[in-house]
């Protein structure tokens, strides 16, 4: 085997930083190399993701593409990394939106190239690393590491309140992270004294034996850190400060990719951990999140500014993933895997076209447009495709998910979920069609008859993203296959929930005990 293929995970990860690396040697002044070489190391870790995704054997719940090394041998810490069906589409979704933003801000960002571009390739090791992490104090180190490259895209290349937006959000998550530090050295050290032995690694952690008030204090701590990042009600205030202050790209990949660590978190880490405390806090986290839709969408229909309507839509739209994960049934997750990617791809695709004619005019205002189908015909095109996917139109990406997620919440002894996350969807229809009307239709003024339309490097950013909503609508087994059978095998019984590792390639890889596993031998993709 090639050097490749026995750590292409590792390739995957550090591929930005190396490119963050070369960008920072290059000379400040040199703009379009410092732009294209983003581009390339970007585009590059996009390629070796689509190739993960080719091999990736959907038909397995097991982990693959394993790496196992020591890293802190005497404490049992490991450069243990793996995808299943829960994390690979996310991967390829953070692989494929970064250089869809690197592409974005060549117009956008004409101060501190070097510095923006360094920051952005950076967090994408960071998001990368978080995903594939299965040690739980790896997983710890990116998911903190995330927070800095963040910090300095809103607070560098922000709003003129961009400083107070990327303090917010500094002190909401990291506050929030502290209470599962503590928990993370508390099963750490729990594991001792049940095996003998020191071991961050998740697949052992899974064998714990924690009592029902243990489980729940140590599920409350991750619980916390998990829902300020998605953010899940009431713990959202950060947000739309964080989305409207940042620049496009920081808010694409805000939206995109760093609100589904939270999701992620309570599926890879919080909920397997704890079964117990997961159902005992179900019916709480389920009112949470049909509070957040409801509010979400609420707040939503009476914003002005563009940008602070697509943010509280996340909200709305990020309580459907928390309302499917929480009903703990295949379904549920299903829905909620689909409608993280979804979530990415049209909401990510609005905050992109939201910065298309922020370049242009300077305000996002949405009483400052108007009439912009007649001067601007190829956006209008693109805005609907987004809008439209964003609200669920059955064909487009965001139908498949929600549809998961309240057709599993029906079969809850309580359909009160159902009725009161329905009206999300409503109340989201209305916000934005009357968005797209406001800013597409009605009188073109003065100010926006001269705006040229949508450029050849906008479409080209634009159009692969369009392009992927109209895709998972149109064809959503393609995406389905690949994360169902590692959702039966996450809901069928949390309480005996063990991990598995592949142990050879090929059409039907054999499979092995990972916890047994892992430490000592580095099963081969």
Do not use: C
Not at 62 to 69: C, M
């Amino acid at each position: 085997m090639t050097f490749l293929s026995q750590n292409l995970l590792t390739v995957l990860v550090f591929l930005p930083a190396v490119g963050a690396l070369a960008l920072a040697l290059m000379p400040s002044e040199e703009k379009p190399l410092l732009r294209w070489s983003a581009v390339a190391f970007s585009g590059l870790a996009f390629v070796l993701s689509l190739g993960l995704l080719n091999e990736f054997h959907g038909s397995f719940p097991s982990l693959q593409f394993v790496e196992s090394r020591p890293w802190i041998a005497e404490w049992g810490i490991t450069w243990f990394v793996g995808v299943d069906g829960l994390s690979i589409l996310l991967v390829v979704l953070t692989a494929f939106l970064t250089p869809v933003v690197a592409l974005s801000a060549f117009s956008a960002v004409e101060e501190g190239v070097k510095g923006y571009y360094v920051s952005l390739l950076m967090l994408e090791t960071a998001m990368l690393g978080a995903l594939v992490a299965l040690d739980i104090f790896l997983f710890y180190v990116f998911w903190e590491l995330m927070l800095i490259p963040m910090f300095f895209l809103i607070g560098v290349w922000g709003g003129p309140r961009r400083i107070y937006a990327a303090v917010k959000f500094m002190l909401f998550t990291l506050v929030g992270s502290l209470p599962m530090l503590v928990a993370v050295l508390y099963i750490y050290f729990a594991h001792k004294a049940q095996a003998g032995s020191y071991s961050a690694a998740l697949p052992d952690l899974l064998t714990l034996k924690l009592s029902p008030t243990e489980q729940l204090w140590l599920f409350a701590a991750f619980a916390l850190a998990f829902a300020v990042k998605v953010p899940l009600f009431p713990l959202h205030t950060w947000l739309p400060d964080a989305h409207v202050e940042a620049p496009t790209g920081g808010s694409v990949i805000l939206a995109g990719v760093l609100l589904k660590m939270g999701t992620y978190g309570f599926v890879r880490f919080a909920v397997p951990l704890f079964p117990g405390a997961a159902r005992e806090a179900a019916p709480v986290m389920l009112t949470l999140a049909v509070i957040g839709i409801v509010y979400g969408a609420l707040v939503s229909l009476v914003q002005t500014d563009i940008k602070k309507l697509v943010a509280y839509s996340s909200v709305s739209h990020l309580g459907y993933v928390m309302l499917g994960i929480f009903t703990l049934e295949v379904a549920g997750l299903q829905g909620a895997l689909y409608g993280m990617i979804s979530h990415g791809l049209t909401t990510g695709a609005l905050f992109l076209l939201i910065g298309v004619i922020y370049e242009r005019r300077h305000t996002r205002q949405i009483d400052e447009f108007g009439g912009l189908a007649r001067q601007m015909p190829v956006y209008a095109v693109l805005l609907m495709f987004a809008t439209l996917g964003s609200v669920g139109l059955p064909g487009l990406s965001g139908f498949v998910g929600e549809f998961l997620v309240l057709l599993s919440a029906f079969s809850l002894s309580s359909k009160v979920y159902v009725v009161l996350a329905s009206t999300g969807l409503v109340f989201g229809a209305l916000y934005m069609l009357w968005l797209v009307h406001k800013v597409l239709w009605g009188p073109l003024g003065p100010k926006n008859q001269k705006l040229p339309d949508v450029s050849a490097r906008e479409i080209a950013y634009l159009a692969p993203v369009i392009v992927m909503i109209v895709w998972m609508g149109v064809f959503p087994n393609t995406w389905m296959n690949t994360m169902r059978a590692s959702a039966e095998h996450w809901a069928r019984d949390l309480d005996h929930y063990r991990l598995t590792v592949t142990a050879r390639p090929g059409p039907a890889p054999a499979l092995l005990t990972a916890q047994s596993e892992h430490a000592s031998h580095r099963p081969a993709r």
